[in-house]
């Protein structure tokens, strides 16, 4: 009984490791998880953006385009990583699916911090209302709905009490708290 057990055990991790019968990792995702892998590392996240771009599948270019701009952003090359972010934007306008409007808001994130390192609070602030409008889009039982709703409403702050309008600054992140807490707990 016990030999069976091992045997019938053995040959599902056969089948499970087999390509054919278990999953396996596209190459796409794999040079996408190099790219987070090695956040640090530019050559790398440059390789790989451009790998992902002769992708067949329309996410993953995007991902290699929006992977792009985020290389020539930490260069400080803003100029190139607007180029792309540009073109992600005109060409990603009516896009409805979630990969693309995810990649439409990570451009738009992209513009905000650009615009922000430069010191251009009020465009940076207009980003956000972009991304907001966005947000509107996905799904609302979805976990990065959620998340994105948060993290605009920190930048907001934060822009804010950059100009010194640090009334306006806790007021905003006062109205998100009585919005997602009714009963006005946070905890």
Same mark, same amino acid.
């Given at each position: ?6 045997a019938l ?5 056969? #089948? %499970? ?6 999953? /396996?990792?596209?190459?796409?995702? @794999?040079?996408?998880?190099? =790219?987070? $892998?090695?956040?640090g590392?530019?050559?790398s ?8 771009e ?8 995007y ?6 701009s985020?290389?020539y ?10 180029k792309? #972010? %540009?073109?992600i934007?005109?060409?990603?306008? /009516?896009k409805k699916?979630?990969? @693309?409007?995810?990649i439409? =808001?990570? $451009?738009?994130n992209r513009?905000?911090w ?5 010191n251009l ?29 948060i ?5 907001k702050?934060l822009?804010?009490?950059?100009i010194g309008n640090?009334?306006e ?19």
């Open positions: 009984m016990l030999h069976t057990i091992r055990s053995l040959l599902l991790l056969i #089948i %499970i490791n087999t390509p054919g019968f278990g999953q /396996e990792i596209s190459k796409d995702r @794999l040079f996408l998880k190099k =790219i987070f $892998a090695n956040q590392d530019l050559d996240i440059f390789y790989f953006s451009n790998k992902l002769k992708s067949k599948d329309s996410c993953f270019i991902e290699g385009l929006i992977h792009k985020k290389y952003y930490k260069k400080g090359e803003y100029r190139k990583s607007e792309k #972010i %540009i073109k934007l005109k060409e990603l306008k /009516e699916s979630f990969c @693309l409007i995810k439409r =808001i990570e $451009a738009l513009f905000f650009i615009k922000k390192n430069q609070f009020k465009e940076a602030f207009d980003y956000l209302i972009k991304i907001e409008n966005e947000i509107k889009n996905l799904p609302k039982t979805n976990n990065y709905h959620q998340t994105l709703k993290t605009v409403t920190i930048n702050s822009i804010k009490s950059l640090h009334k600054s806790r007021d905003i992140l006062k109205k998100h708290v009585y919005q997602d807490s009714p009963n006005h707990q946070i905890f």
